[in-house]
Nanobody
Framework: QVQLVESGGGLVQAGGSLRLSCATS????????MGWYRQAPGEQRELVAR???????NYADSVKGRFTIAGDIAKNMVYLQMNSLKPEDTAVYHC?????????WGKGTLVTVSS
């Protein structure tokens, strides 16, 4: 059973920074993509950033220029550096990994940005 564990969430003031980490189990050879999604209260889960095994990256428009995703597939880790945080970034952030075409999800880590 593949497990994903996120860490690094917390409370930060607007304009601050946080770094999220996600540790995954399973064979790194089967990883097609790794990414971060978020879900705010009353909202649908949305893509934040995603990196595939070829190194191709895509970001949500709302975080471009502020967030940076980095993956270390050999170590089964994915990171999200979040700078210039805004109150609207407040959400539960979930790690996602595509293992051989199957999506796995972490339980999430809460990020709260105060104004």
């Amino acid at each position: 059973q593949v497990q994903l564990v996120e860490s690094g969430g917390g409370l930060v003031q607007a304009g601050g920074s946080l770094r999220l980490s996600c540790a995954t189990s399973g064979s790194s050879r089967n990883i097609n993509a790794m990414g971060w999604y978020r879900q705010a209260p009353g909202e649908q889960r949305e893509l934040v950033a995603r990196i595939n095994s070829r190194g191709s990256i895509n970001y949500a428009d709302s975080v471009k220029g502020r967030f940076t995703i980095a993956g270390d597939i050999a170590k089964n880790m994915v990171y999200l550096q979040m700078n210039s945080l805004k109150p609207e970034d407040t959400a539960v952030y979930h790690c996602n990994v595509d293992y051989a075409g199957v999506d796995y999800w972490g339980k999430g880590t809460l990020v709260t940005v105060s104004s």
